[in-house]
């Protein structure tokens, strides 16, 4: 049974933007070292890895109901890839604790200027 969905897009600019203005003040508030990591490998197409991971973030505190309220940590929420490059939600701290039994998928996906990312939540 579907618990709830959310879905967003932001301009890749955007999240640029703020990463170059902030630097690790922005990025280690809003994404995991892992998640870091796997955008800083792509170098210059970087910015479009870190805005689909922020769009999901964005989609799930929708699917939530709460959206960043109410305790929603950014980096309490990872996206992080399967060998086969498909996206799957990792949640830690009370994230994990509230939502850690739901069934959570995802799917991002951009272009040069805009990324997407839609989340659904089902209970068990």
């Not at 305790?71 to 604790?97: A, C, R």
Request: glycine share 8%; with cysteine; hydrophobic share 40%.
């Amino acid at each position: 049974m579907i618990y709830g969905i959310g879905t967003d897009i932001i301009e890749v600019d955007r999240i640029k933007e703020a990463i170059q203005k902030y630097g690790s003040r922005f990025l280690d508030r809003i994404y995991t070292k892992i998640e870091q990591d796997y955008c800083e490998s792509f170098n210059e197409n970087k910015y479009l890895h870190y805005a689909a991971r922020f769009a999901a973030k964005e989609s799930f505190s929708k699917a939530i109901g709460t959206g960043i309220t109410d305790g929603f940590k950014f980096n309490e929420i990872g996206i992080v890839n399967e060998i086969n490059g498909k996206p799957t939600v990792v949640l830690t701290g009370l994230l994990l604790e509230k939502w850690g039994e739901f069934i959570i998928k995802v799917s991002l996906s951009h272009t040069q200027s805009n990324a997407v990312a839609f989340v659904t939540i089902e209970k068990n």
